[in-house]
């Protein structure tokens, strides 16, 4: 789970933060939690979800895929 202290040591060193969450149900709620948390401090949060549905997690993607096609294979989702 993403918590505040993680949010706190990034926030350190960037102003933007890029999330990479499972391509299911649960990660999108997850995204939701997380921004709702967290987007009251100021540091932009960006989503990004594969389009390949099959696809469950980044790990699973790079198993498969090479970083030249990752542009290409995600995108940024508006959570609101």
Avoid: P, Q, W
């Avoid at 995204?31 to 980044?58: A, Q, R, V």
């Amino acid at each position: 789970a993403f918590s505040k202290n993680h949010y706190m040591k990034l926030r350190r060193y960037c102003d933007k933060i890029y999330f990479i969450l499972d391509n299911d149900d649960a990660g999108i709620k997850s995204s939701s939690s997380i921004y709702n948390k967290f987007n009251k401090y100021g540091t932009s949060l960006k989503f990004l979800k594969c389009k390949i549905n099959e696809i469950k997690d980044i790990d699973e993607y790079f198993a498969h895929n090479c970083v030249s096609s990752f542009k290409k294979d995600f995108k940024l989702i508006n959570l609101f």
